[in-house]
């Protein structure tokens, strides 16, 4: 089986020299770009790929090739819109055929889309997440992105889609099934007023309330996949009013709250499993600073809740168990002692606190 964690470095190794900084487009910082009906929408979007499926599918080594496919969809007046484009297999760990019976993939769009009436207006290239393991562990995983919306605007945006393969070489079809599309790094950016950068850099270093409410969210989620130093599932937004950047995650696939049968926390984390948590952080002397992700993440309780407990898509076994997980989520950040406890955790010289994750770069 082959891991997703490559390299992990304790946090003391860095230096200073982290300074090299990559900004990953150069249009201006308020560039609007389309896209709103496509990310605005909770409605699932079925879409129908067809084309030598099987070929893009199974193309999995180090640099996948384009194919083309037809994309097709219907519009809100049921008339049938086919788009042509060109997909191809991203990733790593999820692209592999051990790991995964579908990988995730690139849609690149055709240059004339702007020109269509259609959801996909102003659209260049997508993500598309494909299921893993099995469709549940995509609502799941989809869910845990809309969570991240209600934290702050500074997250990426996703749809859910039902996905019906049509390939051209195969007489035997197979069954629909749940993936979902992620909001495109620069319209995120723009939403937001910023660029997208790629600068090494220590965590300390970035904006810090963005910081800390998203540290304590994937603390919530149970994720430990992630890290600033390496940019491991984490982007970088840079606005005009601040020279401290904002962090942003991504890729939930190996976190608690989703528990997929093939996540495991790294081994030098010393975790038994991906649903125990701990915090990601670095270590603050003053914690009153968590005061202001706590209130947060306090009000948004009930909204929080009621993303999974109103999902008709999820089964009553899995909301009863991811409904006790998020309760002692809340029964340690509502405890001093608790929250004091576990947000302190970096500060333990004895700890794995410090343990830096490199991983594998997923783009």
């Known amino acids: 089986?082959?891991?997703?964690?490559?390299i992990l470095i304790v946090l003391?190794?860095?230096?200073?020299?982290?300074?090299?900084?990559?900004?990953?487009?150069?249009?201006?910082?308020?560039?609007?770009i389309s896209g709103k009906d496509l990310?605005?929408?909770?409605?699932?979007?079925?879409?129908?790929?067809?084309?030598?499926?099987?070929?893009?599918?199974?193309?999995?080594?180090?640099?996948?090739?384009?194919?083309?496919?037809?994309?097709?969809?219907?519009?809100?007046?049921?008339s049938e819109l086919n788009i042509s484009v060109q997909m191809k297999v991203r990733g790593h760990f999820r692209k592999l055929k051990e790991n995964c019976k579908y990988p995730p993939l690139q849609i690149s769009f055709p240059?004339?889309?702007?020109?269509?009436?259609?959801?996909?207006?102003?659209?260049?290239?997508?993500?598309?997440?494909?299921?893993?393991?099995?469709?549940?562990y995509i609502i799941r995983e989809w869910l845990v992105y809309k969570i991240y919306n209600l934290v702050t605007p500074n997250s990426f945006k996703v749809r859910l889609v039902r996905i019906d393969l049509d390939d051209a070489k195969s007489k035997k079809q197979a069954a629909p099934f749940y993936g979902f599309l992620i909001e495109d790094e620069k319209q995120m950016a723009a939403r937001n007023k910023a660029i997208a950068v790629e600068e090494k850099l220590r965590p300390e270093q970035t904006k810090q309330d963005d910081f800390l409410t998203m540290a304590v969210f994937q603390y919530m989620v149970g994720n430990t996949d992630w890290s600033v130093q390496y940019l491991q599932n984490i982007k970088l937004l840079k606005t005009e009013s601040s020279t401290q950047l904002?962090?942003?995650?991504?890729?939930?696939?190996?976190?608690?709250?989703?528990?997929?049968?093939?996540?495991?926390?790294?081994?030098?984390l010393l975790m038994k499993s991906v649903q125990e948590r701990r915090y990601r952080g670095y270590c603050m002397t003053d914690l009153k600073a968590f005061e202001k992700p706590i209130a947060l993440f306090n009000r948004l309780k009930n909204d929080i809740y009621h993303l999974f407990t109103d999902c008709s898509l999820l089964d009553a076994k899995y909301i009863k168990s991811i409904t006790k997980y998020l309760d002692e989520f809340y029964a340690t950040i509502n405890d001093p002692k608790s929250w004091q406890k576990d947000f302190a955790y970096p500060c333990d010289k004895n700890g794995t606190g410090n343990v830096v994750i490199k991983g594998l770069k997923e783009d």
């Open 1 to 6: 089986m082959a891991f997703k964690f490559s």
């Open 12 to 32: 003391g190794f860095f230096i200073s020299s982290f300074s090299e900084k990559k900004e990953t487009y150069s249009a201006p910082i308020y560039k609007s």
């Open 39 to 78: 990310f605005d929408s909770d409605e699932i979007l079925s879409l129908v790929l067809k084309g030598n499926i099987r070929t893009l599918l199974n193309d999995r080594g180090e640099t996948p090739s384009y194919h083309p496919v037809t994309l097709s969809y219907k519009n809100k007046d049921s």
């Open 111 to 136: 240059k004339d889309i702007d020109g269509l009436s259609s959801v996909f207006k102003g659209q260049k290239k997508l993500k598309l997440v494909m299921p893993c393991a099995g469709e549940d």
């Open 246 to 268: 904002i962090t942003v995650p991504y890729d939930f696939d190996h976190s608690g709250i989703v528990n997929a049968p093939y996540a495991h926390p790294a081994e030098e």
